[in-house]
């Protein structure tokens, strides 16, 4: 089971952060067997909760931060992570696991990430990975995978959508909640269009207000 983050949402279900953070923990409570593997992600501080609760024989942080205290000393103690390192190509998703140094793929060569500049689809690409390493698929299958996987409507409709049919280009996320939205203007701040940006926001109606006004 992954854990990629936990932010508001879904509290219409659930009355407050802690009790969402209970219905997750039964992934890693009820459904892990003892030999199977957590994938977490190390850089929220939520998930790492997991790591106490999970009885997975491994566990495999995913980090952006490859000066990661905690997922260096995991490491050192051969355990397994995926991280984003810096090299003279760019970003390169990089797995360690019992010792081994694993480079797995260019960042700007998978094609859901926008050449790289899509920030939350690098770490959505390091979890797939992450997993499918965790069971036992090839690393040469991992990165047919990631470099033939993009965000057409066909593959992935409402999510990240690029369309450049028109003079201009234009973007389609089914963002619903506020940490969707604000990876989306992540997105877009580090694309350099030669015009102007306009934006077009809606929110699901069955969101508390509070959610929609931080979306806004």
């Known amino acids: 089971a992954a854990f990629t ?9 659930h009355h407050d952060m802690e009790g969402y953070l209970a219905a997750k ?24 909760k997991m790591a106490a609760w999970s009885e997975a024989k491994h566990l495999c942080y995913v980090t952006l931060n490859p ?3 905690l997922v260096k000393e995991h490491i050192r103690s051969g355990g397994r992570a995926c991280v984003l390192e810096e ?7 990089t797995i360690y696991n019992a010792g081994a140094h694993i480079p797995l793929l260019w960042t700007h060569l998978i094609p859901a990430t926008l ?21 036992d698929v090839k690393l040469d299958e991992i990165r047919l995978g990631l470099r033939t996987f993009d965000m057409t409507y066909f593959q992935a409709p409402g999510r990240m959508n690029v369309c450049d049919d028109h003079p201009f280009k234009v973007i389609l996320d089914y963002g619903h909640n506020p940490a969707a939205v604000k990876g989306m ?7 350099e269009p030669n015009g ?15 959610d929609i006004t931080e979306i806004a």
């Open 115 to 135: 050449d790289g500049k899509a920030a939350h689809n690098v770490q959505n690409a390091m979890f797939a990975a992450a997993i499918c390493y965790s069971m």
């Open 67 to 69: 000066a990661h205290p």
């Open 5 to 13: 983050n936990l932010t508001q949402e879904h509290l219409d279900y």
């Open 87 to 93: 090299g003279a190509g760019g970003q390169m998703i």
């Open 25 to 48: 923990m039964r992934l890693f409570t009820d459904i892990i067997t003892p030999g199977g593997t957590a994938v977490l992600n190390a850089d929220d501080a939520l998930c790492l």
């Open 185 to 191: 203007v992540a997105l877009t701040d580090r694309l």
């Open 196 to 210: 102007k940006r306009i934006v077009v926001v809606a929110a699901p109606g069955d969101r508390r207000g509070q």
